[in-house]
């Protein structure tokens, strides 16, 4: 069982960065590839990013990429996303997700093991 908890999101203006973090409880975090998630009102939620559980392993989505940077700490059993760059589309929230399939969380398959309540992240023009 893991539980998955949020935090680091807020208001920014264009242009700005921000970094959120997503803890999680259980001795097996390593184990577990991470990844996150966004969804804006009216919209499906959409992968952002994942890293496997070396962290040696980490893909993007397109729009993301080259501003955003996956990383993780395993002795915190921790993973952050750092957000630089930030964009009024990139307002939405962020959900942290884990399982032990790296695959499934890159290629947004249903049936990821467990997820985050969220954190809302909103960007200003």
């Known amino acids: 069982q893991v539980q998955l908890v949020e935090s680091g999101g807020g208001l920014v203006q264009a242009g700005g960065s921000l970094r959120l973090s997503c803890a999680a409880s259980?001795?097996?975090?390593?184990?577990?590839?991470m990844g996150w998630f966004r969804q804006a009102p009216g919209k499906e939620r959409a992968f952002v990013a994942s890293?496997?559980?070396?962290?040696?392993?980490?893909h993007y989505a397109d729009s993301v990429k080259g501003r955003f940077t996956i990383f993780r700490d395993n002795a915190k059993n921790t993973v952050y996303l750092q957000m630089n760059s930030l964009k009024p589309e990139d307002t939405a929230g962020y959900y942290c997700?884990?399982?032990?399939?790296?695959?499934?969380?890159?290629?947004?398959?249903?049936?990821?093991?467990?997820w985050g309540q969220g954190t809302q992240v909103t960007v200003s023009s």
């Open positions: 997700a884990a399982d032990l399939s790296l695959e499934r969380i890159r290629l947004s398959s249903m049936g990821i093991g467990y």
């Open positions: 890293i496997g559980w070396t962290g040696g392993t980490t």
């Open positions: 259980g001795r097996t975090f390593r184990s577990y590839a």
